[in-house]
């Protein structure tokens, strides 16, 4: 679709939108791109019926199943079986595209994303400067000053948001916009970090992960970053000793933890995200969706049981667990020393909303003020939830007993419809000389990596001791204290109509032994110290920097823009192939791992760029031209290795 016509689009979507709003009192509308917008629009071909908790069952197996009861009962919804087929998969990309799960109401109403230093106004603005030409880094004016730290951002500076706008685009990829009876809301969509523009073409990447997204920022910048405070490292959110003067919780000083969220969200590196509630500073890299035979999912390999091998468990935890904080407030205790009530006073204390902001020594409790302005009251929190009885308890399958899912639909459908999708995403054909890839592979073999990347995405699918790994432990561990509530892993049976019925089947999913002792490692539970898993490699010329905390990130000029000091915090893409040879080579690791401690900001947000000391270098008697080999097959990997189906 060309520019011209997407202006008269836009045009008329606001016409609309003005009349649907008199009229009706709500609009809502999020892109998604045609497939001549895509640089990737070829997938794999569907080739399994079913997966069954993580087993792929092929036609031909589907029906010889299904010649027999017990097959029949193997391939049932109230054995976890999911049927794949191309209308599922079409609802995967809807809902990767548009489906915000209700998110709209926390990041407005109590966040306040929309009324801090960046506007709807301002972000509008700085979409029709574009004129059509997209970009991979809207660039919007600051509405108003708001400090950070040290940092004052100042009315009209241009702030690097990192937010996607495919060329002839008029909307950002991953933003959903409502218009709720005049009161406007924006929510997030899991295309917003995982969908990205090729900055060479201007078309849309699906499952590339956005390496530029300046979430942390962001929040820094909205209105009341403290909703956030239990993905950071503030101290200065822990209760007063001495109690209230007056009625409700004693609270915290709400200057000095607003300040103290701000500071450590703002240090995460462009593209990361802090996705625990550990109250830790531990972003990690937001991670691609060529997700096909990666399984298990997460950095730590967590999402690792369940449907899809996990990947579903990791799309509803996006929404379930991060995208939405009130649903916390039931497991504040053992996870944040905390009452809930406190825990609800510190985060709705400075909502947006004046109907959902909680004043200290009103005769309302906290949740009292939230249940007045919940939009889902059946359940936990503002999103749209299907709630396991073993609410607020960890699972493995869920980290709380909560399932987001579509009013309408099967619990949990849109999670796994979006895992069929994204396991059938490839990315764009890369362009590597044959002669170096072929001599590529032979180094891979001959210094040893397939040892731990092998199988069709080049991975074991293990997940590695942090002692072993050696990369920072901090993220490893941010599961350990859900272990003190701890419930058999479980979900719906598949055909759950939602909202729930009065007795919902319940399919309890298997885990023991070997994987067992794998999830509890992933976790950083039973003992150990945590680990992180062995990443699949399909799609590594998109995933630049490397590892998972970013710390491997070099520029396209390696003597002065090493490690995120030298690339992602001066806004400098890291280049892949100089970035890959970092991780491989111990002497230029040596200098990013000496520019990553040099950086206040990169401490603060726990980037070393230390850990997996594998080496193909001098070192270890592989010669530089051997080296620029290896890394030429490195970024040649634009497809499963072997035949296998998907998804």
């Known amino acids: 679709m060309g520019w011209p016509r997407r202006i008269l689009l836009t045009a008329g979507l606001a016409t609309v939108a003005a009349g649907v709003t008199i009229s009706f009192g709500r609009f809502s509308y999020a892109p998604m791109p045609d497939r001549a917008d895509l640089l990737n629009p070829d997938r794999y071909p569907i080739q399994t019926a079913f997966d069954v908790l993580g087993r792929r069952v092929s036609r031909a197996e589907a029906d010889r199943l299904n010649g027999t009861e ?5 391939l049932s919804a109230s054995n976890g079986a999911v049927a794949i087929d191309p209308a599922m998969v079409e609802r995967g990309r809807q809902a990767f595209y548009q489906d915000t799960f209700g998110n709209e109401v926390f990041l407005t109403d109590v966040m306040g994303m929309l009324d801090g230093g960046l506007t709807p106004t301002a972000v509008a603005l700085a979409v029709a400067k574009l004129r059509g030409q997209g970009t991979t880094n809207l660039q ?7 400090r950070v730290g040290d940092r004052t951002y100042r009315k009209g500076e241009l702030v690097p948001t990192g937010l996607d706008v495919p060329k002839g685009g008029a909307f950002i990829i991953g933003i959903k916009t409502f218009s709720d009876q005049g009161h406007l809301r924006m929510g997030i969509t899991c295309a917003l970090c995982h969908a990205a523009v090729d900055p060479g073409t201007g078309k849309v990447v699906e499952g590339a992960p956005n390496t530029d997204l300046n979430a942390g920022l962001l929040m820094a910048l909205a209105k009341n970053s403290s909703a956030y405070f239990m993905h950071a490292s503030v101290n200065q959110a822990d209760p007063p000793q001495a109690g209230s003067a007056g009625a409700g919780p004693a609270l915290p000083d709400a200057e000095a933890v607003e300040a103290a969220t701000k500071v450590q969200v703002a240090s995460w590196p462009p593209g990361s995200f802090d996705s625990s509630a550990d109250r830790v500073t531990n972003p990690t890299s937001i991670p691609s969706s060529f997700s096909a035979y990666g399984e298990p999912y997460s950095w730590s390999g967590r999402e690792a049981v369940g449907p899809f091998g996990g990947l579903s468990s990791l799309n509803n935890n996006v929404h379930a667990a991060n995208s939405d904080t009130t649903q916390l407030a039931a ?3 053992w996870l944040f020393g905390m009452d809930a009530e406190t825990y609800l006073g510190i985060v709705l204390r400075g909502a947006a909303t004046a109907s959902f902001r909680y004043t200290a020594g009103e005769s309302r409790k906290p949740s009292e003020v939230l249940r007045s302005v919940d939009p889902t009251p059946a359940s936990p929190g503002l999103n749209s939830y299907a709630v396991l009885p073993t609410y607020p308890a960890t699972n493995y399958v869920t980290d709380n007993g909560l399932f987001t899912s579509v009013p309408g639909e099967p619990v949990n459908h849109a999670n796994n419809a979006m895992s069929a999708f994204q396991n059938l995403l490839r990315p764009p054909a890369a362009q590597q000389d044959p002669a170096a890839v072929k001599a590529g592979r032979a180094v891979f073999d001959q210094a040893g990596c397939g040892a731990c990347h092998s199988g069709p ?7 590695i001791p942090i002692a072993e790994i050696g990369t920072e432990p901090t993220r490893a561990r941010a599961g350990a204290k859900m272990e003190a509530r701890l419930s058999p892993p479980s979900l719906f049976a598949t055909d759950t109509p939602f909202p729930l ?4 089947v319940i399919v309890p999913v298997p885990l023991a032994g070997e994987k067992l002792a794998q999830v509890q490692l992933a976790w950083g539970q039973g003992g150990t110290e945590g680990g992180y898993k062995v990443p699949n490699l399909v799609g590594l ?13 070099v520029g396209p000029d390696p003597a002065t823009q090493l490690g995120v000091p030298g690339t992602v915090y001066r806004g400098i893409a890291p280049d892949p192939s100089n970035s890959l040879r970092a991780l491989i080579d111990r002497d230029l690791r040596a200098q990013v791992i000496a520019a990553n401690k040099s950086s206040d900001t990169a401490r603060i947000a726990r980037v070393t760029g230390e850990g997996h000391a594998y080496w193909a270098d001098v070192g270890s008697g592989v010669s530089r031209q051997e080296q620029d080999t290896l890394i030429a097959y490195l970024l040649s990997i634009d497809t499963l290795t072997e035949p296998a189906a998907t998804p």
């Not at 017990?70 to 193997?74: I, L, P, S």
């Not at 998109?542 to 590892?547: D, N």
């Open 70 to 74: 017990a097959g029949r009962k193997e």
């Open 541 to 553: 010329a998109w995933t630049a920097p490397y590892l998972h905390d970013s710390g491997i990130a």
């Open 457 to 463: 995405a080049l991975t074991n699918h293990r997940v």
């Open 501 to 504: 019925p009065a007795d919902p």
């Open 140 to 146: 919007v004016a600051m509405a108003r000053d708001m």
């Open 331 to 333: 497991a504040a205790p």
